[in-house]
């Protein structure tokens, strides 16, 4: 579409800022405007599969991104009572897809785009900023973005709603999805590795099955932290990033699980809750220059750990998109007609595969039989569809 025109993003999480970095590198301007003061570093690890990794890395960010993330060997999958049920290992990812499957604090992540987007000169990054209204002006927009009581007026040809799943941005969509809650809560915890259990594995995934409950753990910050997961069937709907979590109401969830399952719990010092909470991602993600991106248009379960990934891959597609649309509008029902069947199947394979964890005997049993029987590259062949992604 020519010359550099502007686009303004709505949020600075990770789809936000991928969105930014995407943009500028398809020749465009980008303004981020971030609700926070300052860029949260929220206690919690990310698993990043192939596909996410594939979009990162043609940003340029392997290198920081191998810098302070770890490669796990394998996903360690266990029974409520310890018991190894299967593992799969992902070392071989590298090899299977050209990137490798890494954890990474999801503050180390934020961080290393943050510094790429400062370091970008097509890319402002306003904090404490929101998006106001706008108005057509002349075939683009003026867009109000305000912060610390000033506001500027952008002449943009589009607006990037990455403002999560509470988002603000889609409520300006007419007919938009709205968020349910899935009747489960995260609990998230982390713990520095000279303070974990000896049993608690420094290089592998561990994904633990219960009734009504599971728990996945795995190493961040370059080995430094192990980030510890605890998914329970419990009502909280509290909106927004997460609340503090009291340990002992966490154990008795437990209680009848190993001991080693229990001393996993009993490590993080402290514990903050997440309600999870899915969009369907078939409601509208466009009106005029508005386009969601990320939880905002798909916030879903993370039971296949795919939703920072599909806000990646959302990234990539709309910078193409725009890129090579007549018309900013139909570059942004390109990127809404590319997206929606990719991450309306992800989706339903996250909440599909959320259903399985938590079953009771006797599905528990041939669950588990199967997984015993199927092996990992059975298990792995069943994910091919998700990490062989490309844009
Ligand atoms: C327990 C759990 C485990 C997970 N594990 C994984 C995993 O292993 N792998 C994976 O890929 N994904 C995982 N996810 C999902 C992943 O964390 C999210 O999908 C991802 O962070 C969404 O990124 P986002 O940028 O779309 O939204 P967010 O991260 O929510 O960012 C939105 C940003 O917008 C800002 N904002 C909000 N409102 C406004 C406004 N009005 N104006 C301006 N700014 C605003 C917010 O402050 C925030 O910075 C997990 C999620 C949970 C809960």
Known sequence: MGERRTIVIAG????????????????????????????????????????????????????????????????????????????????????????????????????????????????????????????????????????????????????????????????????????????????RGMVPVDNAPRHLPRDRVGLWLGRDAHLVHYPVSAGAAINIVAIVEEPWDRQGWSAPGDRRVLLSRFARWSEEAQAIIRAPLAWQKWTLASLFPTGPWTHGPIALLGDAAHGMVPFVAQGAAMAIEDAAVLAKCLAAAKSPEAGLAAYEAARKPRVSEVAEAARATGETYHWTPPLSTARDAALRLLGPRLILGKNDWIYRWRA
């Open 12 to 187: 600075a999480g990770i789809g936000g800022l991928a969105a930014a970095l995407a943009l500028a590198d398809a020749g465009f301007r980008v303004v981020i405007a971030e609700r926070n003061g300052e860029l949260s570093e929220v206690g919690a690890g990310i698993q990043l599969s192939p596909n996410a990794g594939r979009v990162l890395s043609a940003l340029g960010l392997d290198a920081a991104i191998a810098a302070v993330a770890v490669e796990p060997a394998a996903i360690d999958v266990r029974s409520a009572d310890g018991r190894l049920i299967t593992s799969v290992p992902t070392a071989s990812f590298r090899q299977r897809y050209g990137y490798p499957y890494r954890s990474i604090h999801r503050g180390d992540l934020q961080h290393l785009l943050a510094e790429a987007v400062r370091a970008n000169p097509a890319i402002t990054l306003r904090l404490g900023a929101t998006v106001g209204e706008f108005a057509p002006h002349a075939g683009s927009w003026l867009v109000r973005v305000e912060h610390d009581g000033t506001r500027d007026v952008i002449n943009a040809i589009a607006v990037i709603g990455a403002d999560g799943i509470w988002s603000e941005m889609r409520s300006r969509i007419p007919d938009h999805a709205t968020p349910r809650a899935s009747g489960r809560v995260a609990w």
